[in-house]
């Protein structure tokens, strides 16, 4: 079992920077593919970055060239870097992991791919 802690949220006004942390509590190295998911009051989770072992990352087509994705194996931490906030990206913020043995992995947002979910953190940008 796979337990997976973020944190970074918070409130932000539009236009602002936000950057959140997810550390799991396996060596990242040991992950196939991890990601980021969000799900905004009445609407469904979506995919909004994910990064697999071969350092490959993808973003879905909202928060391209916005949003950074990345990880840092001696923190065995992973980032998602958020910058130019809008109100449209209020959500609740999920982080994912796919276990994963030594095979190159690249990235994915098809949820059902995942095996590990965080609690969540909520972040919140006004106009």
């Known amino acids: 079992q796979v337990q997976l802690v973020e944190s970074g949220g918070g409130s932000v006004q539009a236009g602002g920077s936000l950057r959140l942390s997810c550390a799991p509590s396996?060596?990242?190295?040991?992950?196939?593919?991890m990601g980021w998911f969000r799900q905004a009051p009445g609407k469904e989770r979506e995919g909004v970055a994910s990064?697999?072992?071969?350092?490959?990352?993808t973003y879905a087509d909202s928060v391209k060239g916005r949003f950074a994705i990345s990880g840092d194996n001696a923190k065995n931490t992973l980032y998602l870097q958020m910058n130019n906030l809008t109100p449209e990206d209020t959500a609740m913020y999920y982080c994912?992991?796919?276990?994963?043995?030594?095979?190159?992995?690249?990235?994915?947002?098809?949820?059902?791919?995942?095996?590990?979910w965080g609690q969540g953190t909520q972040v919140t940008v006004s106009s």
């Open positions: 994912a992991a796919r276990k994963g043995g030594t095979t190159s992995w690249g990235p994915s947002l098809r949820q059902n791919e995942y095996n590990y």
């Open positions: 990064i697999g072992n071969n350092g490959v990352t």
């Open positions: 396996t060596h990242i190295l040991t992950i196939a593919y």
